[in-house]
């Protein structure tokens, strides 16, 4: 694989982008004509996401985009993005919710090493114009699901699942079948 010079012009174009992105989203009930984004679960969870929000900020990771908190009813969060490294919680831990951390890489084997020197591995999202390169990246990536240039849709016909100390096993498809049976023998000798 190629190692590319790291580009601080690029990595903070990705910050710019996701900031407009952030910007751009309206927070509000589902059922609101105008809502690109809906309530967390409960309360428990909107507070921890926003636990996880000043967390970033006390490891020192900056706020690229985001990070308000919702005003008014419900257990809403604003998308929140930061730059920071691969060290940091917020890029180690599962969040389950509006939350981004962008780190930036010199190579490719860097980024697989980061991304998986992580005890979880639900998901990954390659964004690139070398498809070549992608296919190279994706076989060494270790996750249950990777989109490439967007998130990939979960079709029944696809199995997917978590892997290290995500999911639950494998879900849809064929193997979603098998994850849900017990093989049994039964010799019978006349």
């Known amino acids: 694989m ?15 982008g996701l900031h407009q992105v952030v910007q751009a989203q309206v927070v509000a ?25 000043e967390l970033g900020k006390s490891e020192g990771a900056r706020l ?9 009813p419900g257990f809403f969060v604003n998308p929140t993005v930061f730059a920071g490294t691969n060290d940091m919680r917020i890029a ?37 114009k070398d498809v070549q390169r992608v296919h190279t990246v994706v076989s060494a990536l270790q996750a249950g699901a990777i989109g490439v ?21 494998s879900e849809l498809g064929y193997e979603g079948i098998l994850a849900n049976t017990r093989v049994k023998t039964a010799t019978v000798v006349l």
């Open 2 to 16: 190629r190692a590319e010079a790291r580009s601080p012009r690029l990595y903070e174009a990705v910050l710019a």
């Open 29 to 53: 009930d589902p059922f609101d004509s105008k809502a690109m984004m809906g309530p967390l679960v409960n309360a428990k969870q909107r507070d921890r996401v926003r636990a996880y929000i």
């Open 64 to 72: 690229a985009a985001g990070g308000a908190v919702h005003e008014g």
């Open 92 to 128: 180690q831990e599962e969040i389950f919710g509006p939350v981004a951390t962008v780190i930036s890489f010199e190579s490719d084997e860097e980024i697989i090493r980061m991304s998986n020197d992580n005890r979880y591995a639900f998901a990954a999202t390659l964004w690139t």
């Open 149 to 169: 240039n967007g998130w990939s849709p979960l079709a029944p016909q696809l199995p997917w699942g978590g892997t290290k100390e995500s999911g639950i096993g």
